[in-house]
C-alpha cells in the first residue's frame, strides 16, 4: 500500500472536467510538505505536471490545476483531450519515512 | 537544454550487483542547481524514490534499500551511478534517472517545493538467471 493514497481510475468524455484526489497524513501532506503531480503516458517516463501544490513549470497547459487542503491534494484536469489518458502520480516527502513517497497512481480514460 | 540518459546492463543475476549510469547534458552536473536522483518502476506498478545526491556531496536514501544502495557522481563524466547490491527479483524495473531544478534552494524544507522536472527515458533491468 501506498503512503499517499489514489484512486485506481477515474475517466470522463472529451471536454469535461476530471478530478484526480491524493490523501496522505500529518506526516506528509498534513505536515504541509508541497505536492507534485506526474502524468505517465503509455511507455513513457514521467512528466512534472504540478509542483508546489499549486505551480505549472512552463509548458504545462492551464487545463491542469492543483490545489491542497489539510492533508490532502487533488490535480484537475479541464477540457480533457483523448492524449491526457495514461497514469497520474502525487508526490511528497514523509518525514516520519524520510523519504519522498508517491501515490499509487491513477489510471485516467478518456471515454 | 537539460537531457538525461540512463545506461547498463538490462539482465543481472540474482544477488550480484545491478550498476547503473545516467549521463547528463545540457548543463554541469556540479552545478548548485539541481538536485539529481533515481526512481524505480517495477512493472505494471507505481513509482518508488531510490534516493537522491546534491552537488555539495550529500545523500539521501529510501531507507528500505539504504543498505543495499550507493550513489556516486563522476563530475568528468558529468555522470552519476547507481549501484544496488544483493538484488533479487523484486529489483526487477524500470529504472528512471531524474532531476529537480531548484535554483541554489536545495535543501530541505525548500528542496520539497520542487518536482522532478526532467527524467531520462528508463532503462528496464531484469534479475533473473
Known amino acids: 500500500q501506498s503512503v499517499l493514497t489514489q484512486p485506481p481510475s477515474v475517466s470522463g468524455a472529451p471536454g469535461q472536467r476530471v478530478t484526480i484526489s491524493c490523501t496522505g497524513g500529518?506526516?506528509?501532506?498534513?505536515?504541509?510538505?508541497?505536492v507534485q503531480w506526474y502524468q505517465q503516458l503509455p511507455g513513457t517516463a514521467p512528466k512534472l505536471l504540478i509542483y508546489g501544490n499549486t505551480d505549472r513549470p512552463s509548458g504545462v497547459p492551464g487545463r491542469f490545476s492543483g490545489s491542497r487542503s489539510d492533508a490532502s491534494a487533488s490535480l484537475a484536469i479541464t477540457g480533457l483531450q483523448a492524449d491526457d489518458e495514461g497514469d497520474y502520480y502525487c508526490?511528497?516527502?514523509?518525514?516520519?519515512?524520510?523519504?519522498?513517497?508517491f501515490g499509487g497512481g491513477t489510471k485516467l480514460t478518456v471515454l | 537544454q537539460l537531457q538525461l540518459q540512463e545506461s547498463g546492463p538490462g539482465l543481472v543475476k540474482p544477488s550480484e550487483t545491478l550498476s547503473l549510469t545516467c549521463t547528463v547534458s545540457g548543463d554541469s552536473i556540479s552545478s548548485r542547481n539541481y538536485y539529481w536522483g533515481w526512481i524505480r518502476q517495477p512493472p505494471g506498478k507505481g513509482l518508488e524514490w531510490i534516493g537522491s545526491f546534491y552537488y555539495s556531496g550529500s545523500t539521501s536514501y529510501n531507507p528500505s534499500l539504504r543498505s543495499r544502495v550507493t550513489i556516486s557522481v563522476d563530475t568528468s563524466k558529468n555522470q552519476f551511478s547507481l549501484k544496488l547490491s544483493s538484488v533479487t527479483a523484486a529489483d526487477t524495473a524500470v529504472y528512471y534517472c531524474?532531476?529537480?531544478?531548484?535554483?541554489?534552494?536545495?535543501?530541505?524544507?525548500?528542496?520539497?517545493?520542487?518536482?522532478?522536472?526532467?527524467w531520462g527515458p528508463g532503462t528496464t533491468v531484469t534479475v533473473s538467471s
Open positions: 500529518s506526516s506528509n501532506i498534513g505536515a504541509g510538505y508541497h
Open positions: 531524474a532531476v529537480a531544478f531548484c535554483g541554489g534552494d536545495c535543501y530541505p524544507p525548500a528542496l520539497y517545493y520542487y518536482g522532478l522536472d526532467v
Open positions: 508526490q511528497a516527502y514523509d518525514r516520519s519515512l524520510s523519504r519522498w513517497v
